[in-house]
């Protein structure tokens, strides 16, 4: 069986290193919707749903095995009939809080380590809306989605650990 993962979850819940840790054992490709929901400007704007859906459709179809993490709640409802396996990270808002103060240079986002410690306060009241909002970014969300989510799943409620993942995902076919 082809594996199809999702990873979701809060800011700074280790969605984009639990996902570059399985593709790396797995040899096979990740997207990081981060890269692809936004227009490039210093301004952020996000792009149509329909031109980002168009993106991450072309990534599923152009690859057998595949990894989409995100906190984008209605892009990853649109595509979560097509994966079969479901990551929801979900520690205490104090660990991503911290994980994402230790956060290194995300250089696929920001031009400069100045420039993603400058958007860092955003960052930190981002995280902290999570458990009380009400929008696709949000606990409430991301819940439901796991609530519905058919396939194989788990939650994780503290830093993932690479034994458990590893335990837990069925191996290639």
Request: glycine share 4%; charged share 25%; with cysteine.
């Amino acid at each position: 069986m082809a594996k199809k993962i999702i990873i979701l979850g809060n800011s700074s819940s280790g969605k984009s290193s639990l996902a570059q840790k399985i593709a790396e054992v797995y040899q096979i490709p990740y997207l990081d919707l981060d890269t692809i929901a936004w227009e490039s400007g210093l301004t952020p704007q996000r792009r149509s749903f329909d031109d980002v859906y168009a993106d991450i459709f072309e990534f599923m179809e152009s690859n057998a095995h595949w990894i989409i993490e995100g906190c984008y709640g209605d892009l990853i409802a649109s595509m979560s009939e097509y994966a079969n396996q479901l990551i929801f990270l979900n520690p205490d808002i104090e660990v991503c809080l911290d994980n994402c103060r230790k956060r290194p240079w995300e250089s696929h986002k920001y031009d400069s380590l100045e420039a993603q410690n400058a958007n860092l306060e955003m960052l930190v009241s981002w995280i902290k809306k999570y458990p009380h909002g009400d929008d696709e970014f949000s606990l409430v969300a991301h819940g439901h989605i796991f609530k519905t989510f058919e396939g194989n799943k788990v939650e994780y409620n503290h830093n993932w650990e690479e034994k458990d993942v590893f335990s837990w995902l069925n191996p290639l076919d």
